[in-house]
């Protein structure tokens, strides 16, 4: 059975560390998502502008498994489908701000995805992920529907600066309780 976090406010998406640190893209990613893909009809359910089996924006079939069959997403009769690999057929439609740091390199720029399964004509989950090697996915959270209605009523600059500060803080605290724990060694020792 996959266990996966549920991120229902921003300072949780934050703490997730996804799309963090530059050069990745997966924050601006989201905002257009929020702002530019979907939107939210009065049932409170997210629904697509463009649907994801069309390929726009770079969208295709996502296959729910990794070579030891393990599943990334739960395992669900549903269709799921991918979008954010900066290299896909059609990701040069997405916004410049979301490619603007694409390095076509082995870096972290093109490590983030969201993932979306799809029921009808609306998006009955989202996900999003990160690759931990070119063919695994390391960290994957559900974000909810409240919290993309959160980020949609943010501005992009506003909504980076709340989570990126957030991370700067919550990463500072991990790095100071991990230096806290570790041995002092005041010793000095060189070779000639």
Do not use: A, G, R, V
């Given at each position: 059975m996959v266990n996966i976090e549920t991120l229902n406010e921003l300072s949780q998406l934050s703490r997730s560390g996804f799309g963090?640190?530059?050069p990745r893209h997966g924050l601006n990613l989201l905002y257009w998502f929020a702002h530019e893909f979907v939107d939210?009809?009065?049932?409170g359910r997210l629904v697509p502008k463009v649907s994801p089996k069309n390929g726009a924006y770079g969208f295709h079939r996502f296959h729910n498994f990794q070579d030891d069959d393990e599943y990334t997403l739960p395992n669900q009769k549903l269709?799921?489908?991918e979008v954010g690999n900066l290299n896909a057929s059609g990701a040069d439609k997405l916004p410049f701000y979301v490619r603007k740091d694409f390095t076509n390199f082995a870096d972290d720029?093109?490590?983030d995805r969201i993932m979306v399964r799809l029921k009808d004509d609306y998006l009955d989950r989202v996900y999003i992920?990160?690759?931990?090697?070119?063919?695994r996915f390391g960290r994957t959270c559900r974000i909810t529907q409240g919290l993309i209605a959160n980020i949609k009523r943010l501005e992009r600059e506003e909504f980076l600066r709340q989570v990126k500060s957030s991370?700067?803080?919550?990463h500072q605290a991990y790095i100071n309780s991990y230096t806290e724990t570790?041995?002092?060694n005041d010793s000095w020792c060189s070779i000639l």
């Open positions: 963090q640190p530059p939210i009809d009065t049932f269709l799921y489908y720029s093109n490590k992920s990160e690759h931990s090697d070119p063919s991370y700067q803080f919550h570790q041995p002092k």
